[in-house]
């Protein structure tokens, strides 16, 4: 891992972490739906501007339409007009190294709305499809990251993934262990590889003349809980699975009860290899995005 931490910009999080997340790691920020976590992983993108000059991307693993708001997030809360990057469009491996030409921040792999995403609710045939889906936006998802690493950026956010009782079986669960395995903990080579396969070796010149150091970059994965109350996540296990498991650090965010009134709270459930404070931090969604009282 690399020395510089990769923080909110928030200090009263950023206190909590030690000074921030530490990039070569996988970061899980779990809650129920409309807690914030999306806004939050914007949030941290939007940081790698001041952090490392370069703001990071989002890949999106929607499949049922649900509106994640991350374009007007974005806008409204940091003037960021995100970019899609073309996930439908054919390899275009000569633009990566077009390096002032303006690429998307955005991935969107699974452009099809209403489909579930589980082996045990789709038919055969439907799991079939998914399959050639995935097969057909995995390389172009290797476009998309390694373009943009090259160019800077040092922060990926997963957003969109349901939550599953078993990830084995779920087609976003298989793009995400792709993409975090053979993609961001790959040392920049051999991610080269895996996008330039045959054209690698016309490629290795400029692969070896843009190198970036794979362990400084950082992945926030948003996660989708069944529970509501910050309480009842914090005393029941999230999941099972590698994401869980193989995480580095893990963010609770969740509604609160407090003298007949609701609100909302965080508490870092596990930051290996820092200092962690073990303090509830209260915090509210305001039309700025996420607001936490002064430390």
């Known amino acids: 891992m690399t020395g510089q931490r990769l923080g909110f910009g928030i200090d009263a999080l950023d206190g909590l972490l030690g000074g921030g997340l530490l ?45 994640q708001n991350h374009a007007s997030y974005a806008r409204d809360q940091s003037g960021w007009e995100i970019a899609p990057y073309p996930a439908d469009a054919n390899l ?66 997963v957003d969109g993934i349901e939550p599953t009782d078993r990830m084995s079986e779920s087609i976003q669960f298989e793009f995400f262990e792709y993409l975090y395995h053979q993609v961001l903990r790959k040392e920049d080579d051999w991610a080269a590889r895996e996008l330039f396969r045959e054209h690698y070796r016309a490629n290795e010149p400029r692969v070896m003349a843009h190198r970036y150091d794979h362990a400084s970059v950082g992945c926030l994965y948003l ?30 965010m969740g509604r609160t009860r407090h003298e007949g009134r609701m ?33």
């Open 263 to 295: 609100g909302r709270a965080l508490y870092v459930a596990k930051h290996r290899g820092s200092a962690c404070s073990d303090a509830i931090v209260p915090y509210r969604i305001t039309d700025r995005g996420l607001e936490f009282d002064p430390t």
């Open 92 to 157: 275009d491996l000569g633009a990566v190294w077009d390096l002032d030409r303006p690429i998307g921040d955005y991935f969107h792999p699974f452009s099809r709305a209403g489909r579930r995403v589980t082996r045990r609710d789709l038919e055969h045939d439907d799991w079939h499809a998914w399959k050639t889906d995935l097969a057909r936006v995995l390389r172009k998802s290797v476009e998309f990251f390694y373009a943009n690493f090259v160019r800077g950026s040092r922060r990926v956010v």
């Open 223 to 252: 996660y989708t809980t069944p529970h509501v109350l910050l309480d009842d996540l914090m005393t029941r296990p999230i999941g099972e699975g590698d994401v869980f498991s193989n995480a580095n650090t893990i963010i609770l």
């Open 23 to 67: 990039p070569g790691t996988l970061t899980v920020i779990a809650g129920a739906t409309g807690v914030g976590k999306t806004q939050l992983g914007l949030r941290w993108a939007d940081r790698g501007r001041e952090g490392e000059g370069r703001r990071g991307v989002l890949c999106d693993l929607t499949s049922r339409g649900d509106a």
